[in-house]
């Protein structure tokens, strides 16, 4: 079952003032479309959920400015539409280009927004450059096992269609162990987040071999069956 998505945490930001409110009806409206264009793992569900998990990451760091932090969870993974080797650098050229962002923002905000998007990915190799590129790199993690796993498969049957179904299984596998196994690359920037705990879970099924080769299985046939 997919992540809950807070939206009411999005619903009381846009209540607190007129600008709020504008802001948010853009975002909403304007940008967050804009992601059906993209995989199943990076869908309008996932730019929500990244939105209302960085509003509540925020509320544990009061010099935060919480429209900055909403705009660039909204933005974070515009990229894609480029492919997704350099979507990070994408999306930071499309918030620095998109001028109706001045509305809101100062070319100083603009960039710190910019700056957080291409920080979000998770195999970046340094930590994040503001508290804004570490709460929306922590957001975007959504860490919850069967969640993870399906979007593995989905982007392995998209990217590799040619791969028959232990192969499938292998190249699910592999990431899982590569990215968020022990040692894995996956790091967390925010201590209040729950990912810890969760990333401990899924650690424990990709340790256990039968467990994660029947969760794979179940999820494959359930994603095939769907197509």
Same mark, same amino acid.
């Given at each position: 079952m997919p992540i809950e998505i807070k939206m009411e945490l999005i619903e009381a930001f846009a209540a607190e003032s007129d600008r709020n409110q504008e802001l948010t009806h853009f975002l909403l409206n304007e940008i967050v479309p804009r992601y059906d264009a993209f995989d199943a793992g990076h869908d309008r569900h996932h730019a929500l959920? =990244?939105? @209302?998990?960085?509003?509540?990451?925020?509320?544990?760091?009061?010099?935060?400015?919480?429209?900055? =932090?909403? @705009?660039?969870?909204?933005?974070?993974d515009l990229g894609l539409v480029n492919g997704r080797e350099q979507h990070h650098a994408d999306s930071a050229k499309i918030i620095r280009s998109d001028e109706r962002l001045q509305q809101w923002f100062t070319s100083d905000e603009v960039e710190v927004i910019a700056q957080a998007a291409y920080d979000h990915r998770a195999s970046a190799k340094t930590a994040p450059a503001s508290i804004y590129g570490r709460i929306v790199a922590e957001a975007d993690r959504q860490i919850e096992v069967e969640t993870v796993i399906r979007r593995t498969i989905q982007f392995g049957m998209k990217q590799y269609p040619q791969l028959s179904k232990e192969e499938s299984h292998e190249r699910t596998a592999e990431h899982l162990r590569e990215k968020y196994g022990e040692g894995g690359y996956l790091k967390l920037w925010i201590p209040e987040s729950d990912n810890a705990q969760r990333l401990a879970e899924l650690r424990a099924i990709i340790a256990d071999e039968p467990q994660l080769r029947t969760l794979i299985t179940r999820l494959y046939h359930f994603l095939r069956a769907d197509s």
């Open positions: 959920y =990244v939105m @209302t998990q960085s509003l509540h990451l925020a509320q544990f760091y009061p010099e935060v400015y919480r429209p900055m =932090v909403l @705009t660039a969870a909204a933005y974070h």
